[in-house]
């Protein structure tokens, strides 16, 4: 029998690569899309399954559009991964990244224990609600301190998925994903902020690359590794909660050299330090264990640093090229 499946954010770059790995496993996919003045598909396009998905208007911060979406798609699993998901603009638009990333779990939540119980949720938590790290590496088990509204947001939703888990017995995961990128990465996020201008760069569009604090330390992997690992997660008998990363963190200033270094060109003599991306409090470094994933789900992130950012340099060399 045909699976189905329901996915929010299914226009952002996790959405897309879910979608095309769902499809390719032989589900049905409906999508949650927000009513945008403009075209937010491109990302579903550029797999080729924009024809595929079966879309439903909707809105996390609107309760009444996610209840009509479950029961007009009457999914076996449920993926949210909706949310205003940059951190810096978390600041300036604290109240609606509050809304959509924090209650509007609870607005899928509730839908499914009143219209579909039998259902399976996965919850998009993420390593942003370690902040000040409390443990040198992050597990299931380390104690959060988010240090921005969009991490405090993402607490909430992540404690309420274990709440109605707890509460009424909902197959309720939660994926604590540490930062996974791709030539689908919005330009905000810094691998692709560098990736893109080490290509302006290389072609003669663009001369310099302003950043903020360059020494900050992430653990990055590849957006289509982890899409896997959400999948999984739904696929046991019991629902829980997972740390997903590669167990290797790197500076910002690496991850530029190593994007330079594809192209021949030195960061250092690009980069310019600009005070205006500097955030107001930072998360210094972040460095995940996922040994309870590789344990539990066999899973295994297969794409190292390097592979990454060439991937997203050669993509992006390929696109400017035909700006
Ligand atoms: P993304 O590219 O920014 O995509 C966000 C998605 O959320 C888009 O489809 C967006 O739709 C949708 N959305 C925004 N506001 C909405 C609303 N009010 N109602 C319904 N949908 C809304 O993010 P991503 O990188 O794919 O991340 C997916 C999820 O994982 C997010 O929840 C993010 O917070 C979380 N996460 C990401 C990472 C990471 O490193 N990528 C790590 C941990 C957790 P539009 O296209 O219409 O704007
Ligand atoms: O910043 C530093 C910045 O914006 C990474 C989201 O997907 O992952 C992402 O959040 C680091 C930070 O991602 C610039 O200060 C320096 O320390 O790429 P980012 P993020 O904030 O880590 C987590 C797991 C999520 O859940 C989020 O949704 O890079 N940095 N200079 C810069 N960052 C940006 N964006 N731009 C700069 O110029």
Known sequence: ???????????????????????????EVHGLVARRSSDTRWRLRELGIEGQIRYQEGDLADACSIQRAVIKSKPQEIYNLGAQSFVGSSWDQPVTTGIVGGLGVTHVLEAIRQFCPDSRF???????????????????????YPRSPYGVAKLYGHWI????????????SSGILFNHESPLRGLEFVTRKVTDAVARIKLGKQHELRMGNIDAKRDWGFAGDYVEAMWLMLQQDRADDYVIATGVTTTVRDMCRLAFSCVGLNYEDHVVIDPQFFRPAEVDVLLGNPDKAARQLGWKPSTSLDQLIGMMVDADLFRVGRE
Do not use: W
Not at 1 to 19: E, K, N, P, S, V
Not at 124 to 136: D, K, P, R, V, Y
């Open 161 to 172: 998925t274990v709440n109605y888990r707890e509460s009424f017995g909902l197959h309720a």
């Open 122 to 144: 996965y919850q998009a938590s993420t390593s942003e609600m370690f902040g000040l790290i409390q443990a040198e590496r992050q597990d299931e088990n380390t104690p959060f």
């Open 1 to 27: 029998m045909t699976r189905t499946a329901l996915i929010t954010g299914i226009t952002g770059q996790d959405g897309a690569y879910l979608a095309k790995l769902l499809l390719e496993k032989g589900y």
